[in-house]
């Protein structure tokens, strides 16, 4: 076999692995841990885009989350609106709103582009916070909105089992990684990485770093609002606190660091190695030792960013670059 | 109108107290150009030591200055020599290395979860304390003392942090290295321990801050965090990498928390800050007194 032909396989068997997983995990606990992964891996892969190819470090995407939670939620609560048609406004409210973030912020370098994208993530926290009515929208302030799980089905996108939360992120994460794969061999792939390392030389080259970044920007922030509906629609209780928290915002970022800036399965690993590790030091140590999944992650963080600036995929890339080589080399 | 005199004065008062708890933070920048996320955790890590100071020897809560100040600079001093510089020698090139503000905020995880873990998650206020509640009564206005004393060390410090770095022969290294550090290496400034000094200085300040702190403010693992989302407020604001814009920065926070809720609700400050914050950015990034500073 070949070198791509074993590529594919591997490709394949994954695949067939994460769809066939719910046939043999029957534990909804363990389903619930995997969505939830899921999701934050197409949180950190949306993210990715940005803050990874377009070389800045945005710390307020949880603001996008929350204007995709709070949309599908309030129109399908007050007017009975199908949440598939509340996510895709959402993600374009979400979008508009990237976009108008952008476009003052994506001038500022590194310090204050982080520290903008906070002020906004926060502004937008204590905004709904304040808010009981949003002209007639009902936004319920610090409460948060609960959704009565009546009329279950994929209309509703409401399921009582796991299996369709776990099939339809799945599919989400798939595409949004294609999207990855498609725009990381685009001409606005190659323009992002160029005006992400060095500003200065893209834009001498005619390439225009501005708008490709806010490009980067809107599809980051509409992804990253679908995901903010679909997690509504899992856990049916969303409050400001829950969806618009910093410490998602930050959460989402470092999960996408520590994986790998700016490669596509980076942000995938990274979901894929922490996610399990705070889960579990959270259910096992969550009373005896409090807050050391945060220790852990900050330890890593700092550990990767020392030693592995590119983040933990790469070793993980080459190791499985070795093997595949090795495989394809190997006489039959 | 005099309730709106009181809180003014109240809010100066607390505000040039935020102003300290910043100004390690503008002069962290100023001179390695970072942004310190850990800045809160460092005045977190302050204000333990002098809770356990005064907990476990019954002193006065400010002679632990003495004990808290050099503790924190070599605490600073370490965690930059240690953690942040590796970061600054493999990104030697860059300006503005972002990678460095995701170490720092590493750095606020672990010591943020150390503490919980250490200390748990208990609001802790020091017991026999003789300031607490004390209120100063001057024309039918009532001044909190902790407050007072805060505000005369918060503009003591900055003075002294300014004349320090314009009269001595080490402030004028830190400023060169602040100007241009390639060329104040050629000079025969050593870079990174004038990094390793302006950390250290940075995070005592954050010591004097926390042991202002301590006689009318619980002590909590989280709460760092308050005071860093504030810190970056203020900084840019007062200019990155001004003193005085500092306090100044934390001044303007500090009477618009106190008198806004005299017409809203006290919650919408919050929303207020980040607003003031957020047009400041687009509008004038280099704050009130900032240097001027190449996008």
Redesign the interface.
């Known amino acids: 076999m070949t070198g791509k032909n074993l590529e594919k396989a591997f490709l394949a068997l994954v695949l067939m692995v994460v769809f066939g997983l719910p046939l043999i995990l029957r534990s909804p606990t363990y389903l619930h841990i995997l969505v939830l992964l899921y999701l934050y891996a197409y949180l950190t892969t949306s993210w990715n885009l940005v803050g990874g190819f377009a070389g ?2 945005p710390l307020g995407h949880a603001a996008f989350f929350g204007i995709g939670a709070y949309t599908s939620t309030v129109l399908y609560v007050q007017y009975g609106v199908s949440p598939w048609f509340g996510m895709v406004l959402g993600g374009v409210i979400a979008s508009i709103t990237g976009i108008m973030i952008g476009l ?2 994506f ?6 582009f ?3 994208t ?3 993530g ?2 937008m926290r ?2 709904v ?2 808010i009981d009515h949003l002209g007639p929208l009902n936004i319920n302030g610090p409460r948060g909105l609960q959704i009565p799980p009546l009329n279950v089905g994929l209309a509703n996108l409401m399921f009582i089992n796991k299996e369709p939360y776990y099939y339809i992120i799945l599919v989400m994460l798939i595409a949004v990684l294609a999207l990855t794969y498609v725009i990381s061999r685009s001409r606005l792939g190659y323009y992002l990485n160029a005006g992400g390392e060095e500003p200065e030389a893209a834009m001498s080259l005619g390439v225009n770093v501005a708008r490709c970044k806010l490009m980067a920007m809107a599809m980051s922030s509409f992804l990253t609002a679908l995901a903010g509906s679909f997690y509504a629609q899992f856990s049916l209780f969303i409050h400001p606190k829950s969806v618009i928290s ?1 410490d998602l915002s ?1 959460e989402i970022a ?1 999960i996408a ?1 520590i994986g790998g800036r700016g490669s596509i399965v980076g942000p995938v690993l990274g979901a894929l190695l922490l996610r399990p590790v705070s889960d579990f030091s959270r259910i096992y140590f969550g009373a005896t ?4 999944h ?2 852990i ?3 890593v ?2 550990l990767v ?2 030693y592995l ?1 590119r983040g933990l995929q790469q070793p993980l890339t080459r190791a499985y670059q070795r093997i595949l080589n090795r495989l394809a080399q190997s006489p039959r | 109108m005099l309730f709106i005199l009181e809180d003014t004065i109240n809010g100066i008062l607390m505000g040039s107290i935020y102003g300290l708890t910043a100004l390690g933070l503008t002069l962290i920048f100023g001179v390695l150009k970072v942004i310190n996320f850990a800045h809160g955790s460092l005045l977190m890590v302050g204000m333990y030591a002098a809770y356990w100071a005064v907990t476990l020897s019954g002193a006065h809560p400010y002679l632990t200055l003495i004990l808290v100040i050099p503790v924190m600079y070599l605490f600073g001093y370490y965690l930059q020599d240690i953690v942040i510089k590796p970061i600054f020698k493999a990104e030697r090139e860059v300006r503005e290395p972002i990678t460095v503000i995701i170490v720092t905020t590493g750095v606020w995880y672990v010591l943020d979860n150390l503490t919980l873990l250490i200390f748990g998650p208990h609001y802790r206020t020091i017991q026999e304390n003789p300031l607490r509640g004390k209120m100063l009564e001057f024309g039918g206005m009532l001044i909190s003392v902790p407050k007072l004393w805060g505000f005369f060390a918060a503009v003591l410090t900055a003075a002294a942090v300014y004349v320090f770095l314009q009269k001595t022969r080490m402030g004028r290294a830190i400023r060169a290295t602040s100007l241009d550090r390639e060329a104040a290496s050629l000079m025969g400034i050593k870079q990174f321990k004038i990094y390793n000094i302006a950390f250290g200085i940075g995070t005592a300040t954050a010591g004097i801050a926390a042991v202002t702190l301590i006689p009318f403010y619980n002590v909590f693992p989280t709460v760092g965090v308050l005071f860093d989302i504030k810190g970056f407020i203020i900084v840019v604001l007062g200019g990155l990498g001004s003193i005085g814009g500092a306090i100044l920065g934390g001044m303007i926070i500090g009477v618009i928390e106190s008198v806004g809720p005299q017409f809203m609700a006290a919650t919408w400050t919050e929303g207020i800050v980040y607003g003031l914050f957020l047009l400041f950015l687009f509008v004038k990034p280099s704050g009130l007194f900032g240097v001027r500073y190449d996008w």
């Open positions: 800045v470090l003052p912020t001038k500022m370098r590194g310090a204050y982080a520290l903008a906070i002020a906004f926060e502004g204590v905004m916070e304040n910093l930050f470092f660091l030792l409090p807050g050391l945060l220790i992650f900050g330890t963080l700092i960013m020392i600036p």
